[in-house]
């Protein structure tokens, strides 16, 4: 690697964390609106010492192997994962590395605005009001669903589901989770949850906020099956991984009314978003902006070029996904 490594990052980040970056490299930022093209991304990778990714991109063996051998770290843009396959990094011994921590709080606010919004139907009534439809006010307009002193199920309890937990104890809800991982003691002490089977948190809760990591075993874990099994009054927010639903049994569900509304950040083909979905009143839906706000999307930023520098100085990025990449 010479003194100025050559990063990429595929695309355009915010300004302070891409000047910290450029004193120390020469950086290449591909600037485009809807993503690279694959077989472009596997040209521009090519000699890189360093390349930020985003979770619109797959770091696999082909795309390690397009960048060469001279490729230290990929540093991920994103606390999720799934478009990295850490292992192939591994084998490649390059360190790969995400934003986990800085986005946890602003995710979590996410979720619950799309709880609310889907409950209290803020996104038809909107729709409503912009389409000039005549009204006047009346008792039994547009009714939802209380969120307060109902039963919230979380599941996947990591960093975002507990804290969403917190916002849900403010609003003095009962507070259930499911966790493949059993959690300590402390943690549920903390955020005043009891641990569910999955059955009878589905069958418990009036809102379900969905914090999985997206993996083979939680591919399409919301079906016809799980939505069958909710209260029809239930309200489904998903702030994950888009593929973790099975968007056309939620269409199925919504439209038979098995459940009363979803509120989506996060689709099964992004960016494609379900037609039968959006031709939904009782679906709140918006572009994956979980963690979108100026002050988290610095903080990503930040954590990304600390990564990069550290992988620079032979030392251990501080969010490293593959310890064994930098000799375990
Ligand atoms: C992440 O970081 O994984 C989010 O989905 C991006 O907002």
Not at 18 to 41: K, M, Q, S, Y
Not at 223 to 244: D, H, I, L, Q, Y
Request: hydrophobic share 45%; net charge negative.
């Amino acid at each position: 690697m010479t003194d100025r490594p050559n990063v990429l990052v595929t695309r355009p980040i915010m300004d302070a964390p891409l000047a910290r970056l450029r004193e120390r490299c020469d950086v290449t930022v591909h600037e485009n609106d809807f993503g690279i093209p694959r077989d472009e991304l596997l040209h521009v990778v090519a000699g890189r010492d360093a390349i930020v990714t985003m979770l619109t991109e797959k770091v696999d063996a082909e795309f390690l192997a397009a960048a060469g051998p001279q490729l230290r770290i990929v540093a991920n843009h994103a606390v999720g994962f799934d478009n990295v396959d850490v292992a192939a990094c591994t084998d490649a011994s390059v360190l790969a590395t995400n934003t986990p921590d800085v986005l946890t709080e602003t995710t979590a606010d996410t979720a619950f605005a799309l709880l609310m919004a889907a409950a209290r139907r803020v996104g038809e009534g909107e729709r409503f009001l912009r389409a000039g439809t005549p009204w006047i006010w009346g008792p039994l307009m547009m009714l939802g669903q209380d969120v307060h002193h109902k039963t919230i199920g979380i599941v996947g309890f990591g960093r975002i589901g507990q804290a969403v937990a917190r916002r849900a104890k403010g609003f003095g809800m009962r507070v259930a989770y499911n966790d493949a991982v059993n959690l300590p003691a402390e943690v549920e002490a903390e955020t005043g949850a009891e641990r569910l089977d999955l059955d009878d948190l589905l069958a418990q809760a009036d809102f379900i906020s969905i914090h999985t990591n997206l993996t083979p075993e939680t591919r399409h874990l919301f079906g016809a099956e799980a939505f069958r099994a909710m209260k029809p009054t239930a309200v489904v927010v998903n702030t994950s991984r888009g593929p973790v639903v099975d968007e056309q049994a939620l269409a199925d569900a919504l439209e038979a009314g098995e459940i009363f509304a979803a509120g989506l950040d996060v689709f099964e083909r992004e960016p494609e978003v379900e037609a039968r979905l959006l031709g939904l009143e009782n679906v709140v839906v918006i572009p994956h902006l979980g963690s979108a706000t100026v002050d988290t999307r610095n903080a990503m930023g930040d954590v990304v070029v600390d990564n990069l520098f550290a992988a620079f100085d032979g030392a251990r990025p501080p969010t490293l996904l593959n310890p064994d990449a930098f000799g375990g």
